[in-house]
């Protein structure tokens, strides 16, 4: 298990990879892989059984809870402390204050954002496709926390070589943000852009004061031996960004 280096002392983040040596076999070849999503057709049983694996895993650093969203690309965040819940709220942000609780956030080409003050005592983590970033998932995360954050990570994501939008995503972030025009290169084809989730994501952060952001090196859709891509292939398995306080 690696966790990201850098951050305030207890503070772990970290995020799984397509390889774990305790992978379930399937005779789906799409989901091969160490899957932790509910919703792309996999065996609900296998899922499960690859969540207790990681809660496993993450035990060993003091980890005794998972909380997971049913995510929707939205802009709601929810503030999981020692409340349990039974079914998986709909959401894409999560924070929490409370120890030994790991945010679980599902990606594949989407941008997972942790988030956490620089005292180690508060962590978000969020789900950021274009529409989310688009309308406002980092920002109404930072408002649901009780501190400012002052230090993000930006795991894997669809780099800009590879993912190719339309005019109207380009206009749902430069009408909103001109200074983002920079954040979009053409296209091979006439009125296509390349976007980039990394800076648009560094652009949001630092407006709203997170100064230290790290991460963004990464690419889901070109590292196929690392991560699943659902615009490399649309009937994919997901992979599972945490945070967590020891």
């Not at 954002?113 to 978000?124: M, P, Q, R, S, W």
Request: hydrophobic fraction near 40%; proline fraction near 2%; aromatic fraction near 8%.
């Amino acid at each position: 298990m690696e966790f990201v280096q850098g951050l305030p002392a207890g503070v772990f983040v970290g995020q799984t990879r397509i390889v774990n040596d305790q992978t379930i076999a399937t005779s789906n070849i799409n989901l091969a892989g160490f899957n932790l999503a509910l919703h792309v057709n996999d065996d609900a049983q296998r899922v499960q059984q690859h969540r207790m694996v990681l809660l496993n895993q993450l035990s060993k650093f003091g980890v005794n809870k998972l909380t997971w969203l049913t995510q929707t690309h939205s802009t709601i965040c929810h503030t999981v402390n020692e409340q349990i819940l039974f079914n998986a709220s709909e959401g894409d942000g999560l924070v929490t204050r409370r120890k030994g609780h790991a945010l679980m956030m599902m990606t594949a080409d989407c941008l997972p954002v942790v988030l956490g003050n620089a005292e180690g005592t508060e962590v978000a983590n969020l789900h950021a496709g274009w529409r989310g970033l688009a309308n406002g998932i980092i920002e109404n995360t930072v408002a649901e926390m009780q501190s400012l954050p002052t230090w993000a990570w930006l795991g894997a994501a669809i780099s800009q070589p590879c993912f190719e939008v339309g005019a109207e995503v380009r206009a749902a972030f430069c009408d909103k943000y001109p200074e983002l025009g920079s954040a979009f290169i053409d296209g091979k084809v006439e009125g296509k852009y390349l976007a980039d989730l990394y800076a648009i994501a560094r652009f949001i952060l630092k407006r709203l004061g997170v100064e230290t952001v790290i991460g963004g090196d990464q690419c889901s859709y070109q590292q196929a031996e690392d991560y699943f891509s659902h615009r490399r292939n649309s009937k994919t398995g997901r992979m599972a960004t945490f945070v967590f306080m020891q």
